[in-house]
């Protein structure tokens, strides 16, 4: 990845070194929705050209790091989502009632190419998916979810910019229990 990829995906480093611009150093530091608090620390290397080279720090890097993006999701390719959004939800089962935790609903996919491609886009960007069902059956739609908290407030702030990267229209939901 080139150094403006990097900041695409993580943003910018919150540390700059004018004497070392071939390290950018991350700091992230978030609550969990139960409450725990998390830190983590990632340090950014680049080589002459600007492309990263390694990552240190909290992270521990993909089997696929060195994989070039081209190959790692050359099975499917950029376009738009294919329009398989379930506009009704399905209903829940009584067995897996909802928790208390909330997240953000991006959408109903009943096509695996496009939850997977969510997955990765949400992942790349920072975001913590679950799917549901984990298990679905042959053409059963599945719900993606980015992030939880314990309330509907704390997730305000990343519904644009969900919105903005996944091309949907996410809404914040009770997250169902597992």
């Known amino acids: 990845m080139t150094k403006e990829q990097v900041k695409f995906v993580l943003g910018t480093p919150m540390v700059n070194n004018a004497f070392n611009t071939k390290n950018w150093n991350y700091q992230y530091r978030y609550k969990t929705g139960k409450g725990q608090l998390i830190e983590k620390r990632l340090v ?13 720090g909290d992270y521990e890097p993909s ?3 060195n994989v070039p993006i081209d190959e790692y999701v050359s099975d499917f390719d950029n376009t738009e989502l294919s329009s398989d959004v379930v506009e009704e939800p399905p ?3 009584a067995a897996s009632k909802e928790s208390d935790l909330w997240a953000i609903k991006v959408g109903e996919f009943s096509n695996a ?5 969510l997955r990765i886009q949400l992942e790349q960007a920072g975001y913590i998916v679950t ?11 599945v719900s993606v979810f980015a992030d939880s908290a314990e309330t509907q407030e704390e997730l305000q702030g990343q519904l644009e910019a ?3 990267l996944t091309k949907t229209n996410p809404i914040i939901a009770h997250l169902p229990q597992m």
Do not use: H, M, Y
Not at 44 to 56: G, S, V, W
């Open 63 to 65: 089997e696929k790091f």
């Open 162 to 164: 969900i919105a903005e």
């Open 131 to 141: 799917t549901w069902p984990e298990q679905p059956a042959e053409g059963q739609p």
């Open 44 to 56: 950014a290397k680049f080589d002459e050209n600007e492309l990263l080279t390694e990552i240190t």
């Open 113 to 117: 190419a496009n939850v997977k491609r």
């Open 91 to 93: 209903v829940i089962p």
